[in-house]
């Protein structure tokens, strides 16, 4: 079945250590994107990418890097130099961005706790 | 003004009230527009995308007014399994960016 696969669901982190979130997707969709979902509030954009090997800062870049070696895969790492890690990240793709987006397909998301 | 906004609720409903939600949105050459549900602890999935014309799927409709940039949902014989957090959804101020998420509505549906 195609889909968005995230890995792990379930994250524990100890303050100072950088983590990697994986996502994976066999849709064929050239847009991926990371967000970041608090209690109580909106999905804010983390990081996109449109193709393989380019990738653009969304709202709330800082303490996070992004890579997009492969179609299928956008790895987001959240470093140390995030003030804040704890929260749920969301990874979606879509066919498109801007005026041409459609449907974006979610994965089920990872929760990171910072203990 | 913020770029999507939505009334965070709750709307507490009885089964078979109709509610619905109203969206603001501030960028007026915003051109896709969409309405996403979310359940509790879940990822967002896609409910309705909202056409000029406007448009309905069994229960729901969905309106766009681009003179006032709001976008609606109507929920028409409520349900218990309506209950979750709705999510507006709007294309970006410049092409090439990615969708905007309004904070959400949350609806609860009692018997």
Not at chain 2, 79 to 85: G, I, Q, V, W
């Amino acid at each position: 079945d195609g889909g968005i696969t995230q890995s792990p669901k379930y994250l524990f982190r100890k303050e100072g250590q950088n983590v990697t979130l994986s996502c994976e997707q066999n849709l064929n969709h050239d847009a991926m994107y990371w967000y970041r979902q608090d209690p109580g509030q909106g999905l804010r954009l983390i990081y996109y990418s449109q193709i393989v090997n380019d990738f653009q800062k969304g709202d709330i870049a800082e303490g996070y890097s992004v890579s997009r070696e492969k179609k299928e895969s956008f790895p987001l790492t959240v470093t140390s130099a995030q003030k804040n890690p704890t929260a749920f990240y969301l990874c979606a793709s879509s066919w498109g961005t801007g005026t041409l987006t459609g449907e974006l397909f979610f994965g089920e998301g990872s929760r990171l706790t910072v203990l | 003004r913020k770029e999507v906004e939505q009334d965070p609720g709750p709307f507490n409903v009885p089964e078979g009230a109709t509610v619905a939600f109203n969206c603001t949105y501030s960028n007026s050459a915003s051109q896709s527009f969409f309405w996403y549900r979310q359940d509790c602890r879940k990822e967002p999935k896609l409910l309705m995308s909202v056409y000029s014309s406007g448009n309905e799927d069994g229960r729901f409709t969905a309106q766009l007014n681009r003179a006032s940039q709001y976008i609606s949902l109507l929920i028409r014989d409520s349900k218990l399994s309506d209950s979750a957090t709705y999510l507006c959804v709007v294309n970006g101020a410049q092409a090439g960016t990615a969708l905007i998420f309004g904070k959400g509505t949350t609806l609860s549906v009692s018997s």
